[in-house]
């Protein structure tokens, strides 16, 4: 079954009399939605201007405006439509202070392209939930593999193997088939769901 695609906040009243929350819970709920959608949003600019060099200056405009702006969001309704607006906006003004680049995309198709991400953005969402559950389903030493791996990205494969006492190639065909593995669960939820 479908998720409700309505569901973009994590922010529930503590005081559920009042419904309503303080300054600092609205703040912190902000924050928390902010931090849940930044790659998304970092993705869409690089999708909607062709290069992340121009997708990080309009992505740190954003920002600015969004938490400028963040007492208008009302908390419970969609964040990353709400978002996605903003962004656009900065992309369009963006890209009239740089009409001239030959990166850009007609009006038209960047519009068209802006749509297609907005529509998709929850997909991000239910791939990376997917992909929790997934994890979980690992056995402990494919999960300890990856965790070593990813959790700090200062550590390197060949170190990450070093620590683990295995080969180098042994670790490199074991993340491999983790990935396969990962790759088909989560498919397979997403399909269960209704979602791919």
Known sequence: MPRDESASSDWEPDNVEEGLPSGDQRRDAFARLFAKHDRWLFSYLVTLLGSPAHAEEVFQEVCVVLWREHEKFELGTDFVKWVAVIAHNQVRKFRRQH??????????????????????????????????????????EDRRLVQLCYDDSTMSIKAT???????????????????????????RTLTAEGLA
Do not use: W
Not at 161 to 187: Q, S
């Open 161 to 187: 193997a070093n620590r683990m006492g295995r080969p180098v190639n042994t670790v490199y065909k074991t993340l491999n088939r983790i990935r396969r593995v990962l790759h088909e669960c989560i498919d």
């Open 99 to 140: 009409k001239r680049g030959s990166y850009q995309l007609s009006d038209e198709a960047c519009e068209l392209v802006a749509a297609a991400a907005i529509e998709r953005a929850n997909l991000f969402d239910y791939r990376r939930d997917a992909l929790r559950q997934c994890l979980g389903k690992l056995p402990e």
